[in-house]
């Protein structure tokens, strides 16, 4: 008998068609199960969570799909030793659902948005790439690697598929290969961390990291993603092998949330060659409707999260170029920042006392941000003195209780740490 193999959607998935027949090709019984039927993953043998946008990356990728009630199964399973498979935004659910946890950390990975530079630094491009890569074997005794050969050739499409920690044991882990499946590489197998052989800016070269057992994988390249046989086959080859071989531990470690601790969150302050300029949508903001939704969820109480967008603009003192208030006359002009057809600014936000927060009322700032950085260079450009640019995601919590708000922070739905910081304003 095959071994049966779920092939997980969720709303604003698109690989339903590809995943099932790179199963099916490859010795799987596969069957299609819906975000809302965990009922039926308990008869399965592994399970398979596809690419796309799931809920529309909304958050970020993963963040709201990897808190749905089926991800309660999923780890109860992934604990008997079942095998699962994240690819793209599947592994963006992976890494932001505990699966792969580092000692304590239940999230010791963020899949962040990609960087392309040259090695000036200087921004090639932002956001969603696509391209055929290479990948090179690091472990081989894992359910993704029995079968593969050193050298694989797989396509790439994503914006946030950059693997980076500042957990130290997590850091380790990736450079030492413990907790790594593939690496990128050019097609000799030479590994580099530099584009356009690494073509997201992954921390180490990394292509798809793994937990310690080596039962579960969360992937960014596309193994399923061709119409016909090709090299990205083997790795449902290596799973195949390894469910038919019994190959599975019979327990396996997941991260825990609940026992996690809350990371300091500082208040925003602001240097003096700087101004803020903060915006919201006067459209409906879905975005803020589907986190609302989650955050709820998860700490038991209703709320009403809304967002906007802060944007520090930081320049070098230079007298002869004006005013704060002519350059942000400048910047309003430009058309950079705000769209007026479907964008409001907001009145000043600039913290008047930076020792303690105002409000409940939280600024999400991305550790590293080529559309800031590219920004920059375009205001740097307009503004004739060198300009760096800071893009918070805002989310201000009004009346929820604290104990709320704490949970939602526990639960790192906000804010992948090991990609962003929290600030309160």
Known sequence: MNPRLAVISFPGNNCEVESLRAAERNGFDAKLILWNEPEKLADFDAYFLIGGFSFEDRGRSGAIAAREPIFDVLRSEA??????????????????????????????????????????????????????????????????????????????????????????????????????????????????????????????????????????????????????????????????????????????????????????????????????????LIITDNEAFSVSQAASSIAGEKMHLEKSWLYSIEFEPKNSQGSNSEMRKKILDSGLILNENKEVLLPDPSPKDTSSPRSNKYAVFPLEDDTATALGEKLSTLLKRKVRVKIYTCWNFKNTSEKAIKKVFQNRLLANPNAAQIFAL
């Open 79 to 280: 604990q008997k030793g079942k095998i699962i498979l994240g690819v793209c935004n599947g592994a963006q659910m992976i890494v932001e659902s505990g699966l792969i946890p580092i000692g304590d950390n239940p999230v010791p990975f963020a899949l962040a948005e990609n960087i392309r530079r040259d090695t000036s630094e200087h921004v090639l491009g932002t956001g969603y790439y696509n391209e055929w890569v290479h990948l090179t074997l690091e472990r081989k005794d894992t359910a993704f690697t029995g079968k593969a050969q050193n050298i694989l050739r797989v396509p790439i499409a994503h914006g946030e598929g950059r693997f980076t920690s500042r957990d130290k044991n997590a850091q380790e882990a990736l450079l030492s290969g413990k907790n790594v499946a593939f690496r990128y590489c050019d097609k000799k197998g030479v590994v580099s961390d530099q584009f356009p052989i690494t073509p997201n800016g992954a921390f180490a070269a990394t292509a798809m990291v793994v937990n310690d057992e080596g039962t579960i994988g969360a992937i960014m390249p596309h193994p399923e993603r061709f119409y016909d046989a090709f090299d990205g086959d083997q790795i449902f080859q290596s799973m195949n092998a390894w469910i038919s071989e019994h190959r599975s531990p019979k327990s396996v470690g997941i991260g825990k949330f609940e026992t996690s601790q809350v990371e300091k969150i500082d208040p925003l302050s602001q240097s003096k060659n700087s101004l803020f300029l903060e915006k919201k």
